[in-house]
């Protein structure tokens, strides 16, 4: 039986984001701080593949501030979710082709 990879989603190769699409799409949001210390992940790198998620339109970025002090905010898109839940159907059907 040949194996077909066609609904794995490129943009969730990397496990940072998907461990943060994976937040996303459990939690309404999560803002920067939390997420990079639930990854346990720099500043750079989860930046990186958070806005790696934005350009593929998954997420959205709100900023605002909570006092004096800067907020950023993900949540996952109605697309971002979608994505995500046929890259996690594929990954089910590629580990029931093994049995």
């Given amino acids: 039986m040949k194996l077909t990879l066609d609904n794995f989603d490129k943009a969730f190769e990397n496990r ?15 803002d920067f701080n939390s997420l990079k210390e639930l ?31 800067p907020n950023t905010r993900y949540q996952a898109t109605k697309a971002g979710i979608a994505a995500f839940k046929k890259h996690l159907e594929a990954l089910e059907n590629l580990i029931k082709q093994q049995k």
């Fill in 16 to 30: 940072i984001r998907l461990q943060a699409m994976s937040v996303l799409v459990a939690n309404e949001s999560y």
């Fill in 39 to 69: 990854l346990d992940v720099t500043d750079g790198n989860l930046a990186s593949h958070l806005k790696a998620l934005e350009k593929e339109e998954y997420i959205t970025v709100t900023k605002s501030f909570l006092g004096r002090k």
